[in-house]
């Protein structure tokens, strides 16, 4: 059939052999109370740009989109073959289908989901700032203090000074250091409780010995580091790792 200008009032019904375009299509007016396609291959079914689409339906073969509405609102339109056509905020969606089977899926309301805003933990010290890497928070602290002071103050926010477990992770970090001039920082890792057995205060060892030692893990050394002067990982200016006093004071990160 072909479009129809006026409005579709009551019970119109609109049915055909093979309608190559679909029956009941109206770009102006309003269609209203159960307009319904049947026959062998119907088009589009009930579409409308103005108006609102309620109750509509389409039955048959291989059916296109049902009920759909780009400006009104759309309710309870159905597709036997298809995929319903359903609304949000006032506009719509439509499903599509292809010989019986829905191509894609009924639109959603709201503003397509929602997540935690990155960095929104406590800070361990008033002026440290947050960076996000591969969903995981970082706190840049950029006031020195010892290991000890510097882990607490990690825990005190539910953190511990940061652990590196790839040389990805490794490199931003530093990068990210370097771009606050941070100089040397602590990581956090020490051999205190087991001499020469390197481990994470977040929980893990990934180093046993000195320099000739065994990596379980992702180490970053310098050149004949550790070298048992200090039981406290602390990565240098140079990007590599060494072993020092826990009394020094450093900038540090927490993870």
Not at 81 to 88: F, H, M, P, W
Not at 199 to 204: I, R, V, Y
Request: proline share 2%; hydrophobic share 30%.
């Amino acid at each position: 059939m072909g479009a129809q200008a006026g409005s579709d009032s009551a019970t119109a019904a609109g049915s055909g052999g093979t309608g190559a375009a679909g029956a009941g299509s109206a770009s102006a007016g309003a269609h209203s109370a159960g307009s319904s396609a049947s026959g062998g291959s119907a088009g589009a079914a009930g579409s409308s740009k103005g108006g609102s689409a309620s109750g509509g339906s389409a039955t048959g073969g291989n059916s296109g989109a049902a009920g759909s509405s780009s400006a009104g609102s759309s309710a309870g339109g159905t597709s036997s073959a298809g995929a319903a056509g359903s609304s949000s905020s006032g506009a719509s969606s439509s499903g599509a289908s292809s010989g019986g089977a829905s191509a894609g899926s009924a639109g959603t309301a709201g503003s397509g989901g929602t997540s935690a805003a990155p960095c929104s933990g406590k800070k361990p010290e008033a002026n440290c700032t947050c960076q996000t890497y591969s969903a995981h928070d970082y706190w840049f602290c950029p006031t020195g203090h010892d290991f000890t002071t510097s882990e607490a103050n990690c825990v005190s926010a539910g953190l511990h000074l940061a652990h590196v477990t790839s040389s990805a992770e490794d490199k931003w970090i530093n990068d990210a250091a370097n771009a606050a001039s941070f100089g040397e920082y602590w990581l956090g890792s020490t051999d205190a409780s087991t001499p020469n057995t390197w481990t994470w205060l977040a929980g893990g060892t990934f180093w046993t010995g000195v320099a000739n030692g065994t990596a379980s893990g992702y180490a970053h050394w310098n050149t004949g580091e550790p070298n048992a002067s200090g039981d406290c990982l602390v990565v240098q200016t140079g990007f590599a790792w060494d072993d020092r006093i826990c009394t020094d004071q450093r900038k540090y990160i927490c993870d």
